[in-house]
């Protein structure tokens, strides 16, 4: 069992910044990979980023360049900075730890975006 607690989450200004951060807790040394997603309304949960337990890292075209996910030593908490940010970017965005056998989801965490 893994728990996932998100925070971060807000209103900003398009241009401006936001850190989310996801807290894991309970069987962490089996966690293979830890992500970001995110859900905008009447649209399906879309990758934003993820790392690997190797460190290899993933992103979305759409954040590339903007948005960058890290994670603390040891490995029991993952961040998302995102700079620049655009309406579009408006979501619920949701931690994602990924074990051999089981996905794990957070409870997610608003991000709104005002132009």
């Known amino acids: 069992q893994v728990q996932l607690v998100e925070s971060g989450g807000g209103l900003v200004q398009a241009g401006g910044s936001l850190r989310l951060s996801c807290a894991a807790s309970?069987?962490?040394?089996?966690?293979?990979?830890m992500g970001w997603y995110r859900q905008a309304p009447g649209k399906s949960r879309e990758l934003v980023a993820s790392?690997?337990?190797?460190?290899?890292?993933t992103y979305a075209d759409s954040v590339q360049g903007r948005f960058t996910i890290s994670r603390s030593n040891p490995w029991n908490t993952v961040y998302l900075q995102m700079n620049s940010l655009k309406p579009e970017d408006t979501a619920v965005y949701y931690c994602n730890a990924a074990l051999p056998l089981r996905t794990y989801w957070g409870q997610g965490t608003q991000v709104t975006v005002s132009s």
């Open positions: 790392m690997a337990r190797s460190g290899m890292i």
């Open positions: 309970g069987s962490i040394g089996s966690i293979i990979r």
